[in-house]
């Protein structure tokens, strides 16, 4: 099935602008950079990529499929791909047909080869302002938006920002609850999950999250606890 046009914003045309004139300082003269919609079955990967990016697929697609497409690939001319391997697979997972693309032109062999190496790796030299960080978390908090859309998990967060775990109007909640009630709950917005497990300190507890997270195919400590509590609640 495709994506549906409404995703891909304004990058839907099949070209955008003027065909780009590089500058020496790097910028581009007379119009937007050229963005062409090309079949994913025409997107070729680059056979020697080292990059390994199987575990963040997931991650990618779960973006892709909330935000739309809004940056796009970068292949050359012959259409294989420079930058956006993850965005691809992504894509392919979830069954799109067409992918956004930026076709980088004039590039020799080597510039390629360096500029797919130097694509990953930049972003390695960039840290986080924790307590910027934490207020961004704290808003997505009060907004009640699903925070796993950022690509952290729940574990990660509640150690940047440990407000996030407080309960509000506790004396609310009513004593006896049906069997039903955790159905539907969204396990990134139960935010008093603040375990700071490692082998060091908890190393039974956290053995015990990696059985059930394992037998059950689930991804995070948060999702084991939620699963726990469900079924014992079953079983008062």
């Given at each position: 099935?495709?994506h549906?046009?409404a995703?891909?914003?304004?990058?839907?045309?099949?070209r955008?602008?003027?065909?780009p004139?590089?500058?020496?300082?790097g910028?581009?003269?007379?119009?937007?950079?050229q963005?062409?919609?090309?079949?994913i079955?025409?997107?070729?990967?680059?056979?020697?990529?080292?990059?390994?990016n199987?575990k963040?697929?997931?991650?990618?697609?779960?973006?892709?499929?909330?935000?739309?497409?809004?940056?796009p690939?970068?292949?050359?001319e012959?259409?294989?791909?420079l930058?956006g391997h993850?965005?691809?697979?992504?894509?392919?997972?979830?069954?799109?047909?067409?992918?956004?693309c930026?076709?980088?032109?004039?590039?020799?062999?080597?510039?390629?080869?360096?500029?797919?190496?130097?694509?990953?790796?930049?972003?390695?030299?960039?840290?986080?302002?924790?307590e910027?960080?934490?207020?961004?978390?704290?808003?997505?908090?009060e907004?009640?938006?699903?925070?796993?859309?950022?690509?952290?998990?729940?574990?990660?967060?509640a150690?940047?920002n440990?407000a996030?775990?407080?309960?509000?109007?506790?004396?609310?909640?009513?004593?006896?609850?049906?069997?039903?009630?955790?159905?539907?709950?969204?396990?990134?917005?139960?935010?008093?999950?603040?375990?700071?497990?490692?082998?060091?300190?908890?190393?039974?507890?956290?053995?015990?999250?990696?059985?059930?997270?394992?037998a059950n195919?689930?991804?995070?400590?948060?999702?084991?606890?939620?699963?726990?509590?469900?079924?014992?609640?079953?079983?008062?």
């Amino acid at each position: 099935m495709g994506h549906p046009q409404a995703r891909f914003n304004q990058l839907a045309p099949a070209r955008l602008g003027l065909k780009p004139t590089l500058t020496k300082q790097g910028f581009f003269k007379g119009a937007r950079m050229q963005i062409e919609l090309i079949k994913i079955d025409q997107v070729i990967p680059y056979e020697n990529n080292p990059r390994i990016n199987e575990k963040a697929v997931v991650k990618v697609a779960e973006s892709l499929n909330e935000f739309g497409w809004q940056q796009p690939v970068v292949i050359d001319e012959q259409n294989i791909i420079l930058a956006g391997h993850t965005r691809v697979r992504a894509a392919l997972s979830l069954g799109w047909d067409a992918v956004p693309c930026f076709v980088a032109t004039g590039l020799s062999d080597a510039q390629k080869t360096a500029y797919r190496i130097a694509d990953n790796k930049t972003a390695e030299f960039a840290d986080w302002d924790k307590e910027l960080l934490a207020g961004e978390f704290a808003l997505l908090a009060e907004l009640d938006y699903d925070m796993g859309f950022t690509a952290f998990d729940l574990d990660d967060i509640a150690k940047i920002n440990d407000a996030l775990l407080e309960f509000e109007g506790e004396d609310d909640l009513e004593e006896e609850l049906e069997e039903d009630d955790l159905d539907g709950t969204v396990a990134s917005h139960v935010k008093m999950v603040n375990l700071y497990l490692d082998q060091q300190s908890e190393p039974r507890f956290r053995a015990m999250c990696d059985k059930i997270m394992a037998a059950n195919n689930l991804e995070s400590i948060t999702d084991a606890v939620v699963l726990a509590v469900e079924n014992e609640h079953k079983n008062l």
